[in-house]
C-alpha cells in the first residue's frame, strides 16, 4: 500500500516520522509544498487551489490514502477533496479534544497559523466541544518559516516565543495544544521557557489511528522495509543536499518525540 502525506512545508514530516512507527510495512510518499509555504498566511482561494493542485499530482501517482498533514489545509479543503476523491483521505485538526480530555475543565491554549485560528471551523469544534471559556487561541505563524529555515532553538526563536506567550498566565494553562504540524519542532524551546507543568499535545495519533481504521483491511502484510519518496511541490526530491535536509528534519523529530 503506498500512503501519502501532504503538507505545505516540512511540518508533516511529524505526521510521517510517526507513521513510520505505527505502519512499519507500508510505502510512502511525502509532498511538500515548497513553492508555496507558508500557507498559514495566504487566503483560502490561493490555499485551495494548491491543495488541489497536491491532490491531482498525488492521486497521478497512484496512492491508495492521502494524509493531508496540514491543519491548515484541512481547514480550508479536505471537504472539498473528500466531494472530489474516493480514495481515503484523512485530514488534521487541533487535538482541543484530547487536550480537554486529559485535563478537564482546565485552561489550553492552542497555537496555530492565522488562517486556522481565524477559521470558521476551530470554532465550530469549539462550540461543539462546549469549550468556548476553556480555550485560548494564538497564532504562531513565525514559526512556520523559522522550522522551513531549520532555526529550532535560536535567540530568536526564543524571543518570539517569549513575546507572543508574553500576555499569558500560565500558572492558569494546562497544555498547549500544537496546532500546526510545524510547531512540533519547537517543543524542547517551548518546554524550556514555559512552567514545567506544561504539556504539548498534538493531532498526530489521533490523525493516524483514523488512517488506520480507514486503510486497515488493505494494508500490506510483506515483513519488507518501508520505502519513502519525497517530493517537492510536484518534484521529487533526488539531490544529496536535499535529502540530507529531510533526514536532518527526521533526527531532530526522534529528539522532540518523547516531549
Do not use: W
Not at 500557507?39 to 493542485?53: A, I, M, N, P
Not at 477559521?119 to 512556520?144: P, Y
Not at 522495509?225 to 533526527?251: C, H, M, Q, W
Amino acid at each position: 500500500m503506498k500512503i501519502a502525506f501532504f503538507d505545505s512545508g516540512i511540518g508533516g514530516l511529524s505526521v510521517l516520522h510517526h507513521a513510520l512507527k505505527l505502519l512499519p510495512n507500508e510505502d510512502f510518499i511525502f509532498y511538500a509544498d515548497e513553492d508555496n509555504v507558508p500557507y498559514g498566511t495566504k487566503s483560502r482561494e490561493q490555499v485551495l487551489e494548491f491543495v488541489d493542485t497536491a491532490f491531482k499530482f498525488l492521486v497521478s501517482q497512484k496512492v491508495d490514502a492521502i494524509v493531508v498533514a496540514c491543519n491548515t489545509a484541512t481547514s480550508v479543503a479536505v471537504r472539498k477533496m473528500r466531494e472530489k476523491y474516493s480514495l481515503p483521505i484523512i485530514g488534521m485538526e487541533p487535538a482541543i479534544k484530547k487536550a480537554l480530555d486529559l485535563f478537564p475543565k482546565q485552561n489550553v491554549l492552542v497555537a496555530a497559523t492565522e488562517i486556522t485560528v481565524h477559521g470558521e471551523k476551530i470554532q465550530r469544534l469549539i462550540s461543539k466541544l462546549n469549550a468556548e471559556k476553556f480555550v485560548k487561541l494564538r497564532a504562531l505563524g513565525e514559526l512556520v518559516n523559522f522550522a522551513e529555515q531549520q532555526e529550532f532553538n535560536s535567540p530568536a526563536v526564543e524571543n518570539y516565543l517569549r513575546a507572543e506567550f508574553s500576555n499569558y498566565n500560565f500558572e492558569e494553562i494546562s497544555s498547549v495544544v500544537l496546532g500546526c504540524t510545524h510547531f512540533n519542532y519547537f517543543k524542547d524551546t517551548m518546554k524550556k521557557i514555559l512552567p514545567a507543568h506544561i504539556k504539548f499535545i498534538d493531532g498526530n495519533e489521533g490523525t493516524l489511528k483514523q488512517l488506520i481504521r480507514l486503510i486497515e483491511p488493505l494494508t500490506d502484510k510483506k515483513n519488507s522495509a518501508p520505502s519513502i519518496e519525497f517530493f517537492y511541490s510536484g518534484r521529487k526530491v533526488t539531490e544529496p543536499a536535499e535529502l540530507e535536509r529531510l533526514d536532518n528534519y527526521l533526527k531532530r523529530l526522534d529528539y522532540v518525540f518523547e516531549i
